[in-house]
């Protein structure tokens, strides 16, 4: 007796829960379709100032020629890559300050926290674009800051700082911007 009376009561219980869950109101709509909220552009540095101070990439590198530095005394932090010729910036979801951007349906993971730019166009995605993650590209513990007012190049890939937002550019003038209230990415 006390078998189907669990039985019962779990069926009951797994009913109504079920009732209470949120369903859109139209079955169509994805994350793809919703439009990206995009953070006030003026927070993202502009063109890099004529006076920065080119730090020696070999300082920031991580052992495996890759180059990672903490942006200035903000939560951000890059990795160049230059075997692969790209850089990628991210920061931790609860530094964020600017409004979740909605992923595409096929990511299932972390999306508007990471953003990857490419010295040349990929094979696969855009030359600037955000990436889909399972979590943290690189651990940044062990990387260096690169101070506000500083600037490293790496093959086709230069960034620099300013205050807490770091900037990459490639060389045909594509950019991406990353810090705790504004993404950018210029492609």
Known sequence: MSRLLFASLSLGLALTLGGCAATPMDGNISASTQPTPTPDQALAPSAPPAELIEVDPAAYSDGFDWFSFKVGDGP?????TPMEDRVLCEQNEAAAQYQP???P???EGSYGYQVQLWANTPEIGEIAEFACAS????DPTAALVLPSG???TVGSITCFVEEITARCDNQSGQWIALGPAVWSINS
């Open 76 to 80: 951000t932090w890059c990795t160049i």
């Open 101 to 103: 951007v909605p992923p």
């Open 105 to 107: 349906a096929e990511c």
């Open 135 to 138: 979590g943290q590209f690189q």
């Open 150 to 152: 500083s600037k490293i």
